[in-house]
């Protein structure tokens, strides 16, 4: 069937510059580029190309330019050229359209129409560099009331997992992505004094030992989930939904399912790992207690659980019945949060934005007296450090970040995490692609990512006045709007600026 689809990407190649090495041959997944010996010429299939800008990075001479092609249909305000490539794709293969990253949609970003208080005359501001600033969390339920006895401080204290910095890598699941990826995750988040996050994926036994700084995930397919695998994580996590993708499972090929993953997941080689949409024992809060507390059980009580839903339309409801289900973490992940796979559709069309999920999840759970019973975890599409302090503000105990790790380690958000080939070596297991990403290369560009992000909300905490985060956190008066209408100000519970 001849296509009717135009070329996403123009590659223009300097001819002067080009000394035919064939590096873009090499490193092009996709084969987009190709080489005529006879002719001495090297020629590029522009239909192929997804843009991830790898052969450009890695020309010696930089001879390429990889641009978004200008072709344009007719302007049609109801139909744009997304559309209409879309249903061209569907018409052609009859399939759902997949994709992978975050929803880049130009939906309301919240963070964008916040903005911080600083300390001027009064309450002077403080000078990280010269003073201590505590950027210390504990995560899990914290105690009712504390009792004294003879000075002492009685307190009978449930689970907690401490961390040095409130930013967490999300779940990020092996197979998803690569062993590379993943080891560079778990060995960043040790040395960071934070968390990684295993996703539905399973960890890898040999990377077991020594490494405690892990939220052990147990999804819907409940892969490699075992006793040694919830007793070896900080916290396990109930993985109900993602942010990507609400309402429906996971679903990663076959051919990814290598060897390695197979015995990591716990399932046969070359099948497809189906997470099933709901949790299959889950149909109402009770059994989501159930089961809480059957991993309480087989945790010996030590372990925070956490329980990890997609945010939506009534997130408040359902979080204060996960609160009063036992969970001792809240884990909300918004609209824009990444994934490997996702349909297009649902990842642009269901949810709700993290800001006002969390916004209205923390106020929910303060009116009902129950907020310090759970720790708060936000995900979806968190960019900088700005975003990060502002989401403390609005009640986030921690944060999780998924794509910008994925970003620090490489990543240029092609959007083609599904098809397996990944020009980065980030999310694919063919081992001609995946040896491209240097564990401990990108384990130290993960580490220096938190290290500079926690200094500048160190930096906005002295701005502010405050020495602890502790003492940000779900402080809306350091928060003011701009340019966002009244149900919003009052959803987010911040007033507009100069107010
Ligand atoms: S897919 Fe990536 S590596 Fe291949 S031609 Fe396009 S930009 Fe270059
Ligand atoms: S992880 Fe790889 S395939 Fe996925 S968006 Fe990033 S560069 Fe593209």
Redesign the pocket.
């Known amino acids: 069937m001849l296509t009717h689809l135009l070329p996403e990407f123009k590659i223009i190649r300097d001819d002067e510059r080009c000394i035919r090495c064939e590096v873009c041959v090499r490193q092009c997944g996709f084969d987009v580029h190709s080489y005529d010996a006879e002719e001495d010429m090297l020629y590029a299939d522009e239909n192929k190309c997804v843009g ?1 800008q790898r052969c450009a990075v890695m020309c010696p001479t930089n001879a390429l330019t990889i641009k978004p092609h200008d072709y344009e249909y007719r302007p049609n305000a109801n139909w744009s050229k997304e559309h209409i490539r879309d249903l061209n794709k569907q018409a052609e293969t009859g399939g759902v359209i997949l994709t ?2 975050g929803n880049d949609k130009p939906y309301r970003i919240y963070w964008d129409h916040l903005v911080l208080n600083a300390s001027q005359v009064t309450n002077p501001s403080i000078d990280p560099l010269r003073e201590p600033m505590e950027l210390r969390t504990y995560l899990g339920r914290k105690p009712d009331k504390v009792e004294f006895d003879n000075n002492q401080v009685k307190v009978d204290m449930p689970a907690q997992v401490m961390i040095e910095t409130p930013i967490i890598f999300s779940a990020l699941s092996y197979g998803a992505i690569s062993y590379q990826a993943w080891k560079a995750l778990l060995e960043a988040a040790d040395e960071g004094g934070t968390l990684c996050n295993t996703g539905e994926g399973g960890w890898p036994h040999e990377l077991r030992p020594g490494k405690t700084r892990v939220i052990a995930q147990c999804a819907s397919g409940r892969f490699g989930v075992d006793l040694d695998y919830l007793n070896s994580a900080s916290i396990v996590e109930i993985k109900i939904g993602q942010g990507a993708k609400p309402g429906i499972g996971g679903h990663l090929p076959g051919e990814k399912v290598s060897a390695d993953v197979s015995r990591t997941r716990m399932i046969p080689e070359g099948t497809d790992a189906i997470s099933p949409a709901p949790q299959h024992d889950i149909y109402s809060i009770e059994d989501l207690s159930m089961l809480i507390y059957a991993l309480k059980e087989a945790t010996h009580y030590e372990k925070p659980i956490s329980v990890k839903i997609s945010a939506v339309h009534n997130a408040p409801a359902i979080a204060s019945g996960m609160v009063r289900a036992g969970a001792d973490i809240i884990a909300l992940d918004g609209l824009r949060g990444g994934t490997g796979a996702a349909p297009k559709i649902i990842r642009d069309n269901v949810g709700i934005p993290i800001e006002l999920a969390l916004a209205a999840v923390d106020q929910r759970l303060r009116n009902e007296g129950i907020r310090n019973q759970a720790s708060i975890l936000v995900a979806g599409g968190f960019r900088n450090s700005g975003d990060i302090t502002k989401a403390i503000a609005l009640g986030a105990d921690a944060v999780y970040v998924g794509t910008a790790a ?1 970003v620090a380690m490489g ?7 599904y098809t397996g080939i ?3 070596g ?2 694919t297991q063919d081992p001609y692609l995946s040896k491209r990403l240097n564990p401990e290369i990108a384990k130290r560009r993960l580490v220096n990512l938190i290290r500079g992000w926690s200094l500048e909300i160190k930096e906005m905490l002295g701005g502010m006045g405050i020495n602890a985060l502790e003492s940000l956190r779900g402080n809306r008066l350091h928060l003011r709007a701009i340019g966002l209408d009244q149900w919003e100000l009052d959803v987010l519970g911040v007033r507009g600026a100069g107010d």
């Open positions: 991830c992978g990253s994925l990543c240029t958000l092609c959007q083609k995490c990944c020009n980065w980030i999310c």
